[in-house]
């Protein structure tokens, strides 16, 4: 039986189909968006149009940016020797909210996971290789220490270890099968400064 207009009942269903919203959230966000002013509503509309049309990965480090090479990669304060491999842009804003960190960033957008049949070639490790070809001193690998993140992270270190550079991977100060950007800056630091060499 339909319950509600068939509007709405689309408007629930688009957005319950994002993720980490169930059935419940989905119709709380709908009946708060009906009740919202038109204008803002639109608003709302158009940004998500105009950010999902305009951004795009970083030329250099494949983060996600509204330009050709990100704010990182463009800053000319930014160790471009140092390159911190991170499973996703989330983890990578982790560690820019520490603004510790001098280096810059490659991002893999995921993780080797047998499991989910997720191989080498389905995550952006021939680009990483690609950048090591010119001068690097050194790969931080800060993939997460959940089993995909420990997989992907003893596969870089093969990887990299013949062309001679440094290769190191962040102190296993974060918990085992914790998301990086849900730990604090303090463990993210502690992580980084003990990082050992592999
Ligand atoms: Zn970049």
Known sequence: ME???SQISQLIEQLSSLPGIGTKTAQRLAFHIIDMPKDRVEKLADTMVKARNTIRYCRQCLTLTDRELCPVCSNPKRNQKVIMVVENPRDMSA????????????VLHGAISPMLGIGPGDIRLKELMHRLE?????????????LEGETTAMYISKLVKPTGIKVTRIASGVPVGGDLEYIDEVTLLRALEGRVEL
């Open 95 to 106: 560690y820019e909210k520490t603004g510790k960190y001098e280096g810059v960033y490659h």
């Open 134 to 146: 010119k001068d690097v001193d050194e790969v931080i690998i800060a993939t997460n220490s959940s």
């Open 3 to 5: 319950y509600y207009s």
